[in-house]
């Protein structure tokens, strides 16, 4: 019966760009246009970096020089699973007396998970507890910078000449007025961070990330081209014929972790510097209020800013599905649930025909005429055991039960089709009352919002034909 | 009654469970409610193992016998030193050698010989009918291996903590030599 209470079963059709069919547990809603925002309508904006290990926080700019990894924790290069530092103690000669021996901690990393440890590479014990472990050298380092150089001087000089094309009237560095496409930019020397308006037609220059520091000498740098040999290594005589040592062999998931090296062989897989993880901010892409902000400590998982679908929408579960057969009518029982605090009003309607949004229904859906009221949410109803009854008057065909602010009612469904799953489509109106919009008549007693309707299509996916 | 041989200075609390003819060694600690079960013949059990909650060490009869028939060999499981069986495994191995860690939850089938050196990660199953070679790892849900350099430490500081206290808070099964008349449980 729990499959039931899946949220897959029941989704919500969310009008943006794109016409995407969600669970409801997924999707924001943005008060402002009164309209469900999904994951692909909004922007996403990076807030924070952090450690998913040791949970430090990382101010983006030393991010970005670290390469976006932690400098303290290390991961498994055999099962990425986090390393854990070990001591032993090791038997050392005094520095003062060499005949001597004392005990001395030595460290070395270790996995929990696939009992992988440092000295399997060979790298040795280290005598301090965390700062010990370098990781190796890309031999190509030098060359990889010269060029990042060069591109970065030849990205300067197409920014410069796509500002001189640009009208003289408008400033260049004035933050433009937050539209479709914005993204962030953050300047290496802390300008502040720069919204610049991406142009729908123009392509994203794959340099665009990379800007010199303002006022830097136009020093010409040159590179040489990379050289194409000739002669390749040959490989070695008894390659075809040697037998393959599999514990050996990485595989290729632990190769292309390392992608400076993509070791072939297990003694050379070194641990790595373990990926920060980031907390990011979503932003309505029409009016641009935040939709969702979490708070900047990495322990926390509060929000400042919450605006998910589930605390204005009215949600419709599945709570049992009877045998459905083909062109016969069985009764569905679903449940309603109230989000907000004042009572809310429902109405179901089916979908016309040739509504362009009803592409999945494979049944025809008979919903109740009588518009459904709902409680509302109360918090302290759960601890009051002397609950008076609800004073509303329920049609029993229609509304089996009613628990506080959730109700349970019947639809009617009959199967159109002989095989295959069962899908219904409904429209669900209900009146939203809007408290963001602020009070414009401070002498009105009541602090009454303007109830605004909202339609929401539904579809529930009520499992296969009963044989 | 019980043919349950327990070496001087291991400890077994009487709150597990053995049964049929098991021979433990010294320095060996089976914590309570621990099930060795000699089923289809002798268990022998090796010296400095460590055996924890809920492991069953089982010598049963492979499945497609009936345990009445006639021209079964017992044939006897025996498990090396410095083995540890962690809470919750499995072992029907009948062949284990020496510094082997079966973790949490583990299977390891009958038809399995553990060398030296192995480690059977938590909550794998191992019912392949071959040798593992020594010092392989067999980790994660698809029962991945690899091999380390080294072999997992034998457990003494545990064992030593474990023979202070546990008697102080279980009673033990008694002891006897292993050459004198079965104890009593």
Redo the contacts between chains.
């Keep these: 019966m729990a499959t039931l209470l899946q949220p897959e079963k029941v989704l919500y059709l969310v009008r943006g760009e794109k016409k995407i069919r969600v669970p409801l547990s997924q999707l924001y809603f943005c008060r402002y246009c009164s309209e469900l925002r999904s994951l692909e309508c909004v922007s996403h904006e990076v807030d924070s970096h952090f450690c998913p290990s040791c949970l430090e926080n990382m101010p983006s700019a030393e991010a970005k020089l670290k390469k976006n990894r932690c400098a303290n924790c290390f991961d498994c290069p055999c099962c990425m699973h986090t390393l854990s530092t070990r001591a032993t103690n090791i038997p050392a000669p005094l520095p003062d007396d060499p005949t001597k021996t004392t005990m001395k901690k030595a460290y070395y990393l270790a996995c929990g998970f696939c009992r992988w440890t440092s000295r399997d590479v060979g790298m040795a014990d280290k005598s301090v507890a965390s700062g010990g472990w370098q990781e190796p050298e890309n031999p190509h380092t030098q060359r990889i910078n010269k060029l990042i150089e060069y591109y970065q001087q030849l990205a300067q000089r197409e920014k410069l000449e796509r500002d001189r094309k640009k009208l003289a009237r408008r400033r260049p560095f004035m933050p433009q007025a937050f539209s479709q496409h914005t993204i962030h930019v953050v300047e290496k020397y802390g300008l502040g961070t720069r919204l610049q308006r991406q142009r729908s037609g123009a392509p994203i220059s794959a340099l665009y990330g990379l800007s010199l520091k303002e006022g830097e000498d136009q020093k010409e740098i040159t590179i040489e081209p990379a050289q194409a040999l000739d002669e390749v290594e040959p490989l070695p005589e008894d390659y075809y014929t040697r037998p393959v040592n599999l514990p050996e062999v990485t595989t290729l998931r632990q190769r292309l972790l390392q992608p400076d090296f993509q070791p072939a062989g297990a003694s050379q897989l070194h641990p790595r510097h373990k990926h920060l993880l980031m907390k990011r901010s979503l932003r309505c892409r029409k009016c641009e209020h935040n939709l969702s902000k979490p708070e900047f400590n990495p322990t926390s998982i509060k929000f400042k800013i919450q605006l998910v679908a589930v605390s204005y929408i009215p949600e419709v579960r599945i709570m049992s599905i009877p045998n459905l057969r083909h062109m016969k009518e069985s009764q569905v029982l679903l449940t309603l649930t109230n989000p907000v605090e004042n009572i809310t009003h429902v109405s179901l309607y089916t979908c016309e025909e040739e509504d362009p949004d009803d592409i999945n229904s494979t049944a025809k859906v008979l919903v109740p005429s009588k518009e459904l009221v709902l409680a509302g949410k109360d918090a302290a109803a759960e601890y009051d055991e002397l609950a008076e009854p609800q004073g509303f008057q329920d049609d029993p065909d229609v509304v089996t039960f009613r628990k506080s602010n959730k109700i349970g009612f019947f639809i009617k469904v009959i199967p159109q089709r002989e095989e295959g799953d069962v899908t219904v489509a409904f429209k669900l109106r209900h009146d939203f009352r809007n408290l963001a919009a602020p009070i414009r008549n401070t002498e009105e007693v009541e602090a009454t919002s303007e109830a605004i309707w909202l339609t929401h299509h539904v579809e529930l996916s009520l499992g296969p034909l009963a044989t | 009654h019980s043919d349950v041989k327990i070496a001087a200075g291991a400890v077994v609390c009487v709150e597990s469970d053995i049964r049929g003819d098991v021979t433990i060694g010294a320095r060996t600690v089976v914590h309570p409610k621990a099930r060795i079960i000699a089923e289809a013949g002798p268990i022998v059990i090796g010296e400095g193992n460590l055996i924890e909650e809920q492991a069953l060490i089982i010598n049963s009869f492979p499945e497609n016998i009936l345990p009445d028939a006639e021209d079964i060999e017992p044939k006897t499981m025996s498990i090396g030193f410095n083995n540890v069986f962690e809470v919750g495994c499995v072992s029907q191995a009948l062949k284990i050698g020496d510094n082997n860690v079966i973790e949490s939850k583990a299977e390891v089938g009958r038809s399995v010989i553990l060398s030296s050196g192995c480690?059977v990660?938590a909550c794998c199953a191992v019912n392949t009918c071959e040798v593992i070679p020594e010092n392989?790892?067999i980790?994660?849900s698809e029962c991945?291996?690899?091999?380390?350099?080294?072999r997992?430490q034998p457990q003494t500081l545990q064992l030593d903590f474990l023979m202070k206290i546990l008697p102080n808070y279980h009673h033990l099964k008694k002891t006897v030599k292993a050459s004198s008349t079965p104890a009593r449980s």
């Design positions: 480690i990660g392989t790892v980790y994660g991945l291996r690899r091999v380390q350099t080294e997992p």
